[in-house]
């Protein structure tokens, strides 16, 4: 597979863009003719820029307002494709991106328009250039791919071709299988991109929403597969003008484009019939049994804080580690280490960010081949020196400052326990609370670096993303967006935060890191639950008495229902599936907190009492100085 | 007009927000439910605070999906109302919303909806309550106020009435005309938004990009002026959802909000018909003539600097101020002020923002009236002592940290100069380069504050504002949109920077103030100017060439034209009313610039190459620190 990507993808001016794009892994770049006229440099420095970057230049875009064009503006029109002719042979490209006409003056008829390209096909031959041609999903005449084909088709010239772009085709609900009779060497090239589900003028959805396949909803796969079973084996080029992606960090833009691409490919990879589509085999997205453990990083009062924090809600330690100063906390399947050692990642992760949940530890169903995957899309791997005999974990590095832990029960990974740790017996003066699970983990992240983080995940591991749904702080609006496999092993719920006076907000301020911000545990009986964690001296975050009485009239509830949740500050919803019950702890240090949940069917993540339990949590910061949303 | 804005407008917890709504000099105020919910207070604890700042709660809302519900969902609807009931009159409160059903289950008809509301009609009357019916854009059976209306006739109970809201009927392009015949005691309220022009599904609109009466691209105030001539005399009340304003300032979002109504009341006052409407009257928009001077506050080598790029721009030193240290910089009608004083608000000015053009000079009609009435609109008028016998200028602070001085030439305002300065006569050893007036004037803020400055300065100067246009600097996207009169006296573009690595962004981290970026000063003959400005020893600011190339194929330019404007780095643009040319200055400091142009007949400000001269702009930035987009 045959990767590019255009320039007006990404941030900064033409040199970093370039750089960061090569550095990112891609074969090819279009060159966007804006950041070449912004370039103080000639055509020929600029070609050879990016050559020295070890990048082919794919093609040059766009011309605008090309086809069916009356007289005098048709002659005009050819004389400024001469001039861009010009440019491209210094440049050294071959290939001419003509989007379809949006002018008023524009004439329609598939004729007169395949007359015009065969011209200019023509002209292209001479100098052994070649056109393609794109429909704009809001051309004037042509806005159909299988419409611009056509007209290729007519001109007749093997200077002309198609070029097909995802997001035209998809926005406007265009059969894909209409690709599958497209000869491949008509296709000239391919270009991608994704876009989140919202119904709107297609040029500002364009404009504004587009992003790398696989972070929005469209069915960019079916279309590259379609792609692919043509034979086609040609370049696939990113085209995505995004806000969030102009005013973003250029290099990490990068990344996630190119793992985007090599991940389509592999999707694409696995279809009987694509088999023209070439990409280094990886194994598959690694299957999640279950959270393997959660480690903190903590030191002084904040580690003694935290462990009485685990105490009070039922967990045990159990084990401590034979050669490190960690200690395993265990309630049920839970496990949460907690590391004081002052060495290894977990010191310089708590010199940096202070007291976090720097690890997760995932498990999977093969830790080896998983890591093997993580890599192919240009995770970091990660290690670090352990003690002679015991167990190396395979480890990537999380998109923030955190770990991702690897582990499987296949290998002596999955004894770990058994190797380097050692049993203490240890009465901890508190009962279990009847924690079972990991439910999710809540990682925070600012708002731009959210789709990072959501391709990061669902690319590596076998997961699927929830739609993007607005969580009201009182102090603006978060981002939420959940990534889960079918068996709820695994449960991310990812929360994009827009500005720093957030819950959210002033959480990755103050601490980013592994931008872990909270841990919901699961329970088989809420009220059981909370009654012990009352024993064990918890106090559960107060909610407001007003909540109370719309939960009881919204869902019909019963009173003495209500009067049991309003006791012990349990939060309630209710979806098709079944009801839910939300119990929290206050806020820790910046921001952090617990969360137990009983489910009793209910598939979501209770987002409809977010702004209740924000507005409860955000009291606890008040005194350590969130900035006051007011003047 | 009695004026209210719902809670859900603002950004805040529920006290920080009523103090905000209070302060701004709002009547009444919407008790969104989840404000409420969220608040650890009694009903009767919410309604005291509202009362206590002397606010009424004109409604409690939303109560959804009510009217058409089968059984048995329709009895524990009917109990979920009387529960609002009880806590409206605890809120005291006699107002509820009722917006149109969504929910997929319930049944359309008029008359089972019109029955619902009798029933809920008489009991609310039971406790003395009302209940509105609003008609959602998006409602399932009922999206159109005529029909809201036609099931509140058919309700036909004194309790029940019709809730308007400008957003869902002008949304629709509902005729506004079918709102003047309904008689006024049906209206039991009417809520106000506006939102920009943006074909997209209407609920995302709605929730997303909805603003203040002025601030966006609905006929709000046609709208209103319907409304008054029903003879209605009730509250008008802001029903906002907008993304920047939960993230914003919840002080300056509310004064925003008082300050569209004022201005709304006032242009609907002014029709005939809508006698019922009171409001203060004020004086008309102040027509504003020119330029008055622009002044700078400015100390040392940066006072140094800026003098010798004056005089190479051809400015002449013509007089000073009899007592501070302030001198008169001129050519044609242009006059520059330089005051390196240490006293006064131009010193206070220069210590906190540095060196900049901190105050600006309107020549309006009737300076006294242009004062009045923009304190009716609550700016805040500004004045400094000054020396026996000199004259006192009228001035109002701007959106930013800058001063609006307002002139006029029918009392001695006009004669300032005559009066406070005193001619001198130096050798500027420099050319006239034939500037003749101020183009336009350039101010930059935050993204989310754009709307507050357009606001401000068409509420109240007669002037209008263009759609919003995206900037495309190489770190992210600007939205620029200019306010102007028909004139042409009074251009000033507005820049809105959502990010400080973009040029923008960078000047108002470092500098702010009054946010003036550059200064934009018009001539007869830019080629003259430019050689002019060469000889005075004014270096331009370099454009790429490969600009120049494009320049001249996409407007078929004589190729001796593309030399010249190549040779003096001018830019090129055109539209259906002529042609514009545009040469810049290299940036000073934290990126202020000036710029020259030259219109023949053109009428907009050169967006197409604003990426050119940014990128260009930039370079020289770079030296003195501005982050780097990479890394």
Request: hydrophobic letters at 40%.
């Amino acid at each position: 597979m045959k990767t590019s990507i255009a320039t007006v993808s990404i941030s900064g001016e033409l040199p970093d863009k370039l750089a960061a794009i090569a550095a990112a892994g891609f074969d090819g770049v279009e060159i966007f003719e804006n950041d070449f006229l912004a370039f103080d440099g000639s055509p020929a420095d600029v070609g050879k820029m990016v050559r020295d970057h070890g990048l082919e230049i794919t093609l040059f875009q766009p011309f605008r307002d090309f086809e069916g064009m009356p007289e005098p503006h048709r002659a005009r029109t050819f004389d400024r494709a001469e001039r861009k002719f010009d440019i491209m042979q210094q440049l050294g490209t071959d290939l001419l991106l003509v989007c379809s006409n949006i002018s008023p003056i524009s004439l329609g008829g598939v004729d007169r328009a395949a007359a015009d390209f065969h011209e200019l096909g023509e002209r292209a031959g001479k100098r052994g250039l070649k056109v393609g041609y794109e429909a704009l999903a809001w051309g004037r005449h042509i806005s159909d791919h299988r419409d611009a084909w056509e007209i290729v088709r007519r001109a007749d010239h093997p200077n002309i071709g198609l070029i097909l772009d995802s997001f035209h085709t998809l926005s406007r609900k265009i059969d894909i299988n209409s690709i599958r009779s497209i000869p491949k060497e008509k296709i000239f090239i391919v270009q991608l991109a994704d876009a989140p589900l919202i119904d709107m003028d297609l040029l500002y959805w364009s404009r504004h929403f587009r992003n790398m396949p696989g972070e929005g909803d469209l069915p960019v796969a079916e279309f590259t597969r379609a792609i692919a079973e043509t034979g086609y084996d040609g370049y696939f080029s990113l085209e995505i003008f995004n806000d969030q992606f102009r005013g973003g960090n250029a290099n990490a833009i990068a990344v996630d484009g190119y793992r985007s691409l090599i991940y389509l490919g592999d999707q694409v990879r696995r279809s009987p019939g694509a088999g023209s589509l070439t990409v280094a085999p990886m194994p598959e997205r690694a299957e999640i049994k279950e959270i393997g453990f959660i480690e903190f990083a903590a030191a002084d009062e904040e580690a003694a804080e935290l462990i009485a924090t685990l105490k009070t809600l039922g967990f045990r330690k159990t084990t401590t580690h034979r050669s490190k100063q960690v200690d395993l906390y265990r309630q049920g399947d839970i496990r949460v280490l907690v590391n004081t050692d002052e060495g290894g990642f977990a010191g310089a992760s708590y010199a940096v960010h202070g007291s976090s949940a720097y690890a997760v530890a995932l498990v999977v169903d093969d830790a080896k081949r998983a890591l093997e995957r993580a890599v192919a899309l240009n995770a970091e791997p990660f290690s670090q020196p352990v003690a002679p005999g015991e167990v190396e974990m395979p480890a990537i590095r999380g998109v923030g400052g955190g770990l991702v832990y690897l582990l499987d029960d296949k290998t002596d990974l999955g004894r770990i326990w058994d190797i380097d740790f050692v049993p203490v017996t240890e009465d901890s003066g508190v009962e279990s609370a009847g924690l079972r699970r990991v439910d999710h983990i809540a990682q925070t992240m600012p708002y731009e670096e959210m789709l990072t983080w959501v391709l990061f995940y669902t690319s590596i591991f076998e997961a699927g993303k929830t739609p993007i749904v607005d969580i009201i702080d009182p102090a603006g609006v978060v981002r939420s967006q959940v990534v889960e496999n079918v068996s709820g092993a695994l449960r991310i719920t990812l929360n994009g935060a827009e500005n720093r006076r957030t819950l959210a907000g002033h959480f990755i301020a103050e601490t980013f890191g592994s931008g872990v911000q909270h841990l919901a545990f699961d329970t088989d009986d809420i009220f059981a639950t909370a009654a012990a964690l009352r024993r064990n001296g918890f106090r559960a975050l107060h909610i407001s008495p007003n909540y109370y009485d719309d939960v009881e009239a919204r869902f019909g509830l019963d009173p003495e229902l209500t009067e049991r949740l309003r006791a012990e500050n349990i939060l309630y919803d209710r979806d098709e599936h079944g009801e839910f019950f939300q119990l929290y702890s206050p806020t820790y240090g910046e921001g952090f907190f617990f969360e137990i949940v009983e489910r009793r069917g209910y598939r979501g993540y209770g987002a409809a009492n977010a702004i209740f339990r924000i507005a409860a949590l955000k009291k606890h910061l008040r005194p350590e100085g969130l900035p006051k949303i007011i003047g």
